[in-house]
C-alpha cells in the first residue's frame, strides 16, 4: 500500500486471506473500516495500524494473531467499533482502552488480557457493548460500571472476577443481555436485577451465589426474558412456591443444574425448548403438565431425588423431544409404552433407577434414536434384538438389569448398522457369543462381563472392529478360549481387554502394542510369559494372577517398570531367580510375584522402584537375608 492511498473502507472478512498484515497498512491514512474477521491471518499486528487515525471501524477477531495488542492503539482517537476476540495475543492490560472515547462497542474476548478493571474505561461514556469474556480480570467489578446507562449487551464472565456485584449495574435500565458466569462472585442473588423489565439473556453461572431466589426475581423482565442460565452455584429453592407455571412467557432455555435446589420441579412456560436442571436435590413426581409443553426439545433431570412412575404422556413429547435424560432418581414401575410413530427422540437415558417391566417395543418408531442407556434397573425381558433396525444407534447400554436367555439375532436385515458402545454386563445372558456383533466395524467399547456366555470365543468375532475397538471386557462368563489362535490379539487400538475370571485355556493371548492394562487372572491358562510383553511400550497394568503360568520371568520384565504401575503374578508355578533388572526410573506402585516357586535373592534393583508401596513375595522358596532387606 502506498503512501497516499484514498482507500477509506477495507473489508476482506471471512475469506481465505492469511499470512501476516503488511506494515504498509499504516499507509492508508484515509482509512475510516478495516475488517479481516474470520481470515487466516497470523503473526504480530503492525504497530504501523496505529497511524490510521481517521479509522472508526476496526475488525480483527477470530484470526490467530500473536504478540501483544499493539501499544499505538492508543492513537486510534476516532474509533468507535473495536473487535480483537479469539485470537492469540500475548497477555496485557486494557489501560489504553480508556483513551478511545469515542468507542460504543467494545469486544475483547478471549484476548489474555489480565489485571483489574481500568478505572479510565468510566471515560467511555457512549459504550452500548463491552465484552471482555474469558480473560484473566482481577479485582471486583467497579461501582462506576453503573454509569454506563447506555449499555446493551455486558459480557464479563469467566475471569478471575470476585466480591460481591455492585448494586449500581441496577441503573442499567436498557441492558438486554448480561453475562457475569464462571467467575468467583459471592454473597446472594444479586439485586440490583429487581427491576429490570428489559433482559432477553442472563447468565449468572458458576459464581458462587447461595440461599434462596428471592420473590422479587420472578417478577423481572417476564415478557422479554427467553434465556436464563443460574448453573453452577449454591441455590437452594425459591423464596416464593409456584405451584403453577414459572412467571417468564417467552422462556425458551432455562438452566438451573448444579445448584442445590429442593423441593418440587419448577414448571416452566409453554415456550420452553430446553429444561436443565440435573445435578440438585429435587423430589417428588414428574408432573403431567410437563407434557403440555410443545416446544420441549431437552429435557434433563438426572442425578436428582425424583421418585414415582413415568406419566405415559413422555412417550407422546418423542414426537417434539430430542433429548430425554431422568438419569439416578427413584423412578419406579414400568416404562410408558407409548413412544409414537414419528419419535424424534436421539437420547434416552432412563439409567439408575428402579424401573421394571420390559423395554418398549414403541421404542423402534425412534429412527433418530442414537443413545439408549437403561442401566441399572430391574427391568426383567430377553434382549431386544430388535432394535438392531434403528439406523442411527450408537450407544446401547443394558448392564445390571435383569436380562436374560439367549442374546439373538434381529430379525430384520439390518443389524445394528452403526454401533459404536455397547455395554450388556452383569445381567444373565447365557448361551454362546452373541451374534449380532459378527459384522459389526465401528465398536469402541465392548462389555459383556458377568453373565454367563459359554464356549469358545468363535472365529468370526477376531475380525470385528478390529481397528476401532480400544476397551474389551468379557470378564466373568464361561468362555473356555478362542476357537482360532492367534499370535497377537487382532484390535490393533485395544487398550484394555478384560478377560479375567473364566475359564480359559491354552497359552497366554498376546494384547497388540496400545494396550495400557491387560488382566487375564482367574482362568486356565499354561506356558511361559512370552518377551513379546516386553515390547508393549504402553503397558501399565499386568495381572495374570490365579492361572497355571510357569517357567522363569522373562528379565525384560524388570524393564517394563519405567512404564508399568501393576505386576501381579500371583499363585502361579514360575520358577526361578527374580530378575535384577529394575532399573532407574522404576514406577512400579505393586509387585505381586506370591504363591509361586521363585528361588534366589530379592533383586536390589527394587530399590529403583521409589514409588512401590505393595511387595508381596509371600510362599514362594526365596533365600531372605534378613539383615539386606
Known sequence: FQSGSQIELLVLAVTNFS????????NLKSLKVFDVAGCYFSGVIPSSLGNLTKLNYLNLSQNTFSGKIPSTFVNLLQVSYLRLSFNNFSSGTIDWLGNLTNLNYVDLQDTNSYGNIPSSLRNLTQLTILALRGNKLTGQIPSWIGNHTQLISLYLGDNKLHGPIPESIYRLQNLEELDLGDSFFSGEFPSFLRDQNHLEILELADDKLEGHIPKWFMNMSTITLEFLCLTGNLLTGFEQSFDVVLPWKNLRSLQLYSNKLQGSLPIPPPT??????????LTGEIPKVICDLTSLAFLELSNNNL???????????????????LRNNSFSGDIPDTFTSGCSLSVVDFSQNKLEGKIPKSLANCTELEILNLEQNNINDVFPSWLGALPHLRVLILRSNGLHGVIGKPKTNVEFPRLQIVDLSNNSFKGEFPSFLRDQNHLELLELADNKLDGHIPKWFMNMSTVTLEALSLAGNLQTGFEQFFDVLPWKNLRSPELYSNKLQGSLPIPPPAIFEYKVWNNKLTGEIPNVICDLTSLSVLELSNNNLSGKLPPCLGNKSRTASVLNLRNNSFSGD???TFTSGCSLSVVDFSQNKLEGKIPKSLANCTELEILNLEQNNINVVVNSI
Open 19 to 26: 499470512g501476516q498484515l503488511p506494515g504498509s497498512l499504516g
Open 307 to 325: 421418585s414415582g412412575k413415568l406419566p405415559p404422556c413422555l412417550g407422546y413429547k418423542s414426537r417434539t423431544a430430542s433429548v430425554l435424560n
Open 272 to 281: 420452553i425448548f430446553e429444561y436443565k436442571v440435573w445435578n440438585n436435590k
Open 578 to 580: 527374580i530378575p535384577e
